[in-house]
């Protein structure tokens, strides 16, 4: 072990006379300490958020999707095939969208009534997860047959908040009806309606898909909406999200107009850039919390400066160079503020085993669609975190660094 080393050390042991700087030097890694934790925290809890909301946004906005300009898409199938050879493209699946009044004898509401196929990797594993009664692949089954009424032309499924409008259940059944276009003026214009059957119930935590969504089976939407073979668009899921911007250009490419290519990062674009600069303010402000406890680190050095003036003396008589000088109270700040880095971490981490394992504070599930604070824990956080608070240390044992290689050993001596 280098000598340097092993004086700062021994500066870090408290003696009688020397009792107010140890106490200080404490509190300054103690504050380094809850300064690294709180951001730590705050980082996993800001990216916990940050998962929540993309799964959510996810679950209403495609991966990637393609439309068309001219309203429909005739020859889908064809087009599926072509985006199947895209590397990076787990499943696409055609859907339709139309509006439409939905009621029961105890409700009535508007809707937006998405055509779907059931059983593809959308529905089951996107949608599936916020199912609260009843199965969404029960949307491809054959309806109940009538008890007396009218005969159903298929099952639906709907948002937990439009079940509560219409004040039904799984089992229970809905009447749609919707505009029809049977021509292209104003005159043309009729209306259409059949019974459906609630199949399944689902809550995303979101207000659009609880209380304005129904989901049917796509073929059924076809033939009720006036469809005939075509669809609106193609949502197509990926194999992962780092994909995303490769495989839109890679679509842009193969596809030609009026086909038109977006991804979720084109939907969501201001909700992302905002929460990014949200998260970004946080960092800076915690930083600044780092930044005071590092930087009293000024304060106490100075003093054990001012206090081992005489050894710095002595020191310098017996041949230690400037350079050596000022390593010694460079590696006293470093291992103070290494000290607190490290034992921030290590908070910081237990802070997020406590939030991630237990409910210690509960949020509104109505206005976050989760009733805990939920942890991402992302180690490249805490090794960018360690980075910044290490250097942060390091910059401010410079100034009283510098001030105890100017000490002239005459004049010490002889005073």
């Known amino acids: 072990m280098r000598y340097e080393l092993k004086i700062a050390l021994r500066y870090l042991r408290a003696r009688r006379k020397d009792a107010f700087i140890s106490i200080t030097t404490l509190f300054t890694g103690v504050g380094v300490m809850i300064g690294v934790a709180a951001l730590i925290v705050t980082l996993s809890v800001m990216g916990g958020f940050e998962e929540s909301l993309k799964q959510r946004v996810l679950a209403l906005t ?41 009621s029961t004898k105890r409700g009535v509401g508007g809707a937006v009534v998405r055509g779907v196929v059931p059983n593809s990797p959308t529905m089951t594993d996107q949608w599936g ?92 939407a076809q033939e009720f909406f006036g469809r005939g073979s075509s669809v609106n668009g193609i949502d197509v899921r990926l194999a992962s999200l780092d994909r995303t911007v490769a495989v839109t250009g890679a679509l842009r490419k193969m596809l030609a107009a009026p086909l038109a290519v977006r991804n979720w990062m084109d ?12 998260k970004r303010v946080y960092s800076l402000v915690l930083m600044l919390l780092i930044g005071v406890g590092a930087f009293n680190l000024v304060a106490t050095l100075i003093m054990v400066v001012m206090e081992k003036r005489k050894d710095i003396a002595v020191l310098m008589t017996m041949g230690a160079t400037r350079r050596e ?50 942890i991402a824990v992302d180690p490249i956080n805490f090794v960018l975190v360690a980075i910044s608070s290490l250097t942060l240390c390091l910059a401010a044992t410079f100034y009283p660094a510098r001030q105890a290689s100017r000490e002239v050993p005459a004049e010490v001596l002889r005073s």
């Open 62 to 102: 495609p991966q990637v999707q393609i439309l068309s300009g001219e309203g429909s898409i005739s020859n889908y199938g064809k087009i599926q095939a072509t985006v199947a050879k895209v590397a990076g493209v787990r499943s696409s699946d055609p859907f339709t969208v139309s509006q439409a009044m939905v």
């Open 129 to 220: 997860r916020y199912v609260t009664s009843g199965k969404m692949s029960s949307l491809a089954d054959a309806p109940p047959a009538p008890s007396g009424g009218e005969s159903m032309l298929g099952n639906a499924a709907i948002g937990a908040g439009l079940a509560r409008k219409l004040k039904v259940a799984v089992g229970g059944q809905i009447r749609v009806v919707a505009p029809i276009m049977t021509g292209e003026t104003a005159s043309s214009l009729s209306t259409k309606s059949g019974e459906f059957a609630v199949c399944a119930i689902f809550e995303s935590g979101m207000n659009f898909p609880d209380n304005d969504l129904v989901f049917i089976e796509l073929k059924r």
């Open 267 to 278: 939907y969501n674009r201001s909700a992302t850039a905002g929460f990014e600069m949200l």
């Open 325 to 374: 000088v000022r390593l010694i109270f460079v590696l006293k700040g470093l291992v103070v503020g290494a000290a607190g880095t490290f034992a921030g971490l290590l908070l910081g981490a237990i802070g997020c085993f406590v939030l991630s394992r237990y409910q210690v504070i509960s949020i509104p599930r109505e206005i976050y669609g989760i009733s805990t604070v939920p």
